[in-house]
């Protein structure tokens, strides 16, 4: 163990996270930041031509949301230079920003909008424009129950915010679980009353409008389907009322997933779908005419659908900005609709997130690559320029990073992290995504580093089941969740122990949520690893499927299968029922305000490990939901993961507090 290392846990927490959202608008670009050092709030912040980022909501105000637990879009910049946004605290939509003047001037419909201000005065502070419930009749409601809005859009031409809402009717007692009801709301920006669009399938994102405003197009889909398995890109009319008639399904089905669309006028959309396997941008046309893949080729321009808003691709005059490739690297192209090539960029980044905007020949996103964390880009396609408008991150030395290089063992994807300073087999820990329907990209992540410059290698595994390699590819899970991914994370490590890479009896395994559920899985299926840490883990399928929210209630008809027909197989794999088979110890964390995965999973498992005379720990982190977003409970988890990894390993962790494992 390398005690010299320069990158500290408070390096990580302030640097690791990453913008969401990202918008061009005029000649400013406006993004959402993540604060740790603030409670893990999100701001929204504005840079204009001068280059200096302002926040453009006050202090205090956190611009996230809970739409599908994992939240949507959560801010537009209006035209006037004001924004509406939803808070976390209450999830309302809230106008901020001074009163525009009456001689602001600017496009069509400015002095309507500026009107509209005057009648709604925000002041000193955001006005709410939601009101908790906003449903169109009275509906019971109790505790953080209630209405929640996200994947906000701005319809031209329109004084009115859309957005999904998704409000939760009262719980009819302890252990019982209700449906939310969602629907495609206008939420008029003088504080009106919330006017109800669409009303279709059970989830639905991404609606817009058409550019002659007479239809709406989202895309929705129901259960047991997650938004990867199968959508529907939906068309309806919108009558005098702005509200939408009788819809038609456009593209989609149950075996083809869209997960963006954008009009291209009145006549047709484009879509990104995969019809044949891999995630293409097509054509619709609304005549009936047959869809056209614009640029087929077998790469993903798209991924999984866990945020509603994702934008992979936009549009810039007639041109089309996407992002394309693996999770090893994605590139950032233009693509020409009529000629169907993709032209790429040239731009340091080696990996954009689904979050452009484009304006005229300026395109905005967030970019990463090996040695560079996750920043705010706009790229000139005229010139070429590129330019970081994100403030700035201190960075540890390049030499304190490690190298990553993508691998695959007998068909599994992976991207190496090697140990700073090792000179032969080094100890290694095993890398594991959530999702588990994702992927991870090979970037700088001073998590990862922060373990490599102490002399512990990473191996991050995109095991089957992960995006980004095509849906033949993700579809190696269905039905075989605990067994694929825990098969190919086995791979990995015994591929690194027989390539001399890894010490044999110091490999060990950790991930978050779905992630923590392979990694505890492979700790009571598997002889290989040393020990496990879990982050917010399933521990237990049967229970977490009756006990989890709505958006993945279903999820593991796909990954295990449909419940009762195939309870023996939730038995078979359950971590929680072969904790005597333990490998090694465990180390398990969890936010107590988690409600995607109840902490009460990670305790059944303790319990279990108790039980079967298996060492253990478990920590708790009062205020935190499904992942960690404050400073403090990143820089304690980290430091607790370390000890572990000096217990199980025998190494000296000096810089750390020492953590007790119960059962030693």
């Not at 701005?154 to 915010?161: A, F």
């Not at 495609?184 to 639905?204: E, K």
């Not at 992976?414 to 090979?442: D, E, Q």
């Amino acid at each position: 163990m390398l005690n010299d290392s320069p990158i500290r846990p408070v390096d990580v927490a302030r640097v690791d996270d990453r913008p969401l959202w990202v918008e061009i608008l005029g000649e400013e670009v406006w993004w959402d930041e993540p604060r740790p050092h603030e409670g893990g709030r999100r701001c929204v912040v504005r840079c204009g031509p001068d280059g200096v980022p302002r926040d453009a909501i006050p202090a205090g105000w956190n611009s996230r949301n809970r739409l599908i637990e994992y939240g949507g879009r959560s801010w537009r910049p209006l035209p006037d230079g004001r924004i509406v946004f939803t808070n976390w605290s209450d999830q309302r939509v809230y106008l901020y920003g001074e009163r525009p003047g009456p001689a602001s001037g600017g496009g069509p419909g400015r002095a309507e909008r500026a009107e509209q201000a005057e009648r709604v005065a925000p002041g000193p502070g955001p006005t709410a424009l939601t009101t908790d419930p906003d449903g169109p009749e009275p509906i019971a409601l109790t505790g953080d129950d209630g209405a929640r809005y996200g994947d906000l859009y701005l319809p031209p031409g329109r004084d009115e915010v859309w957005a999904v809402r998704e409000i939760h009717p009262a719980q009819a007692g302890p252990g019982s679980r209700v449906t939310p009801r969602r629907d495609l709301v206008a939420v008029p920006l003088d504080g009106g009353p919330v006017r109800v669009i669409v009303t279709a399938q059970h989830f639905l994102t991404n609606p817009r409008i058409s550019p002659g405003g007479t239809h709406v197009a989202w895309i929705g889909w129901d259960h047991p389907a997650m938004p990867w398995d199968g959508t529907e890109l939906c068309v309806a009319p919108l009558d005098a009322n702005g509200s939408a008639g009788p819809y038609r399904v456009v593209a989609g089905g149950p075996d083809e997933s869209v997960i963006q669309a954008e009009w291209r006028d009145d006549g047709a959309l484009y879509a990104l779908t995969d019809p044949d396997g891999w995630w293409n941008l097509h054509l619709i046309p609304l005549d009936g005419s047959p869809a056209r893949d614009l640029a087929p080729r077998r790469e993903d321009c798209g991924d999984a659908l866990w945020r509603l808003g994702s934008t992979w691709f936009a549009l810039a005059g007639e041109r089309i900005v996407i992002v394309h490739g693996t999770p090893a690297h994605r590139r950032l192209g233009v693509l020409d609709p009529a000629g169907g090539e993709i032209v790429d960029v040239d731009t340091p980044a080696t990996y954009w997130n689904p979050t452009l905007s484009a304006s005229g020949d300026l395109v905005a996103g967030v970019a990463a690559s090996p040695y560079t964390p996750f920043e705010v880009v706009s790229v000139d396609l005229r010139t070429g320029a590129h330019a970081v408008l994100s403030a700035k991150k201190d960075l540890p030395p390049r030499d304190a990073l490690p190298a990553p290089e993508a691998v695959t063992f007998d068909g599994v994807h992976a991207h190496l992290h090697p140990p700073r300073g090792a000179t032969g087999p080094a100890p290694y820990v095993i890398f594991v995504h959530g999702g588990p329907t994702s992927a991870s990209p090979m970037v700088l992540d001073l998590e990862i580093a922060y373990f490599t410059s102490r002399g512990i290698g990473v191996a991050d595994v995109n095991y089957g089941g992960s995006t980004g390699y095509g849906r033949a590819y993700r579809e190696r899970l269905r039905h075989r969740w605990g067994v694929v991914d825990v098969r190919d994370c086995e791979t990995v490590a015994r591929g690194l122990i027989a390539a001399g890479r890894a010490h044999p009896s110091m490999v060990a395994i950790r991930g978050g949520s779905a992630g923590g559920w392979t990694s505890l899985a492979a700790l009571v299926h598997s002889e290989v690893f040393r020990g496990a840490v879990a982050h917010y883990a399933i521990t237990d399928p049967e229970s977490w499927a009756a006990e989890t929210h709505d958006f993945e209630s279903r999820y593991l008809d796909g990954l295990i299968g449909p419940l009762p027909e195939t309870r023996q197989r939730y038995l078979d794999r359950s971590p929680t029922l072969h904790a005597d088979r333990a490998s090694g110890p465990a180390l398990l964390m969890h936010g107590l305000e988690d409600v995607i995965v109840d902490p009460v999973q990670a305790e059944r498992f303790a319990a279990a490990l108790e039980r079967g005379g298996t060492p253990w720990a478990y920590l708790t982190f009062p205020g935190e939901q499904h992942g960690w977003r404050r400073e403090e409970t990143i820089v304690a988890a980290l430091e607790a993961e370390l000890a572990f990894y000096g217990l199980i390993f025998g190494l000296p962790t000096p810089e750390v507090p020492p953590l007790t494992l119960r059962g030693l």
